[in-house]
C-alpha cells in the first residue's frame, strides 16, 4: 500500500505518523524534530516541562512555560520545514496558560487528552495553530464536536482515537481493561468515524481521524489506514531511539521488557495507566509514598491523599533512576528489542506498509 500523506488542514505531513507526546520530558525537541525531519509530525510533552529548569520547585508554573517556550524554538531550528505539536494534559492545573504559549509560540497543533478540552478552541481560533483532541470513543469525539461548534463555532481540526493497548493515561475503566474481549481499536475507529460523519456533512469540513495505541508496524499502519484512519500516533517504539529525549536507562527498559513484564497501574491523575513492572510498581501496589513537595501540577490530585506524586515519579524514570521512577509504556514494549535511530525506525515502518 501506498501510504497517504496526513492532511491537518493545511498541514501536510508527508509520512501519516505522529509521533505520540510523552511525558515527563520523554518527548522533547529532540525527538520531535527527528521526526519531523523525516516527515512525521513530531509532539513535544508539555507535562511538568520545566523540569530542568534550576527555578522548577520555587517557580514551578514559570519555569514550565519558560521550558515550553525554548523547547518549541529548539525543535523549529532543528526542524524548519517539519510539522510540530504540542501534547497538553487537560488535567494540567495550567492548561491554559501552557496552551496560549504553545499558540504564542506558533505551534502547529496542540493535542489534548486526558479529559475533554472544552475551551482549546478559545485560544486556537483565529490562529494557525490546529486542535486536536484525544478521544477513547465515538460519543466523546461527538460531544467535542457538538460543544466546540455550539460554544466556538469551532470543530476539531482531526481526531486522535486512542485505544486500550496504548502507553500512559488510558481512557478506559480498569474493569474496561481487564474485559475479554477488550475494547478493539478497529471498533472505537469505526464508531469514531460514524459519530463525526454529520458533523463533516452538516458543515463541509474533513476531520481526519488518526488511531493510537499498539500501532507497532507497517503492517498494522496498512490496516487502519485500510480500515478509513488518516494516520496513526505511535509513542512506545520512538521510545527505543537514539534521539528520544529520556536517559539510556529508559530506553533499556523498554529493551529488557517482557510482555509479562507490563502492568496496569492507578494514577494520581484519576485514569488507569499502563507501565513497565519495576521496584516502583511494586512499591505502589503496596503502600503509599508519602508527597515530599507538591507540585501542584493536577485538578485532579490530592497531595494528602494521593498513593504517591506522580511528577516525581515519572521526573525519576525519565532521568535514569528507573527503580525509584514509573516507566509507562504501550502494550507492545515487550517486542521492543534494540535502540534504533528515527530515520530507520521510520523508513523500517514505511517499507512495511507499502508492502502490504
Ligand atoms: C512513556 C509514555 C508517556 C506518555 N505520555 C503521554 C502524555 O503525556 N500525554 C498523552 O496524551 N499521551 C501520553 N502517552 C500516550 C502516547 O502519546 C500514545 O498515544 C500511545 O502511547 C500510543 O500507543 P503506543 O505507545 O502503543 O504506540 C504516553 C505514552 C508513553 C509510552
Redesign the pocket.
Known sequence: MKLPTLKIGNLIANIPIIQ????IG?SLSKLASAVANEGGIGVI?A?QIGFREKDFEKNNKLANLRALANEIRKAKELSPKGIIGV?I?VAANDYAELVKTAVKEKIDLI?S??GIPKDLPKYVKGTDTKAVP?VSSGKAAALIAKLWKRRYDYLPDAI?V?GP?????LGFSEEALNKSPKPSLENILKEVITAIKPFEDNYNKTIPVIV?????SGEDIAKFISLGAAGV?????F?ATEECDAHINFKNAYVEAKEEDVKIIKSPVGMPGRAIKNAFVEKIEKINIPVRYCYNCLKTCNPATTPYCISRALINAVEGNVENGLI?????VGLVDKITTVKELMSTLVDEAEKV
Open positions: 505520540g507526546g510523552m511525558g520523554v510533552s507535562v501534547n494534559l493535542i487528552g486526558a484525544i486522535i486512542e493497548e496504548a502507553g500512559g493515561h493510537a495505541g499498539g500501532v507497532y500516533q505511535m509513542a512506545t517504539r521510545v509507562f509504556a504501550g502494550s507492545n
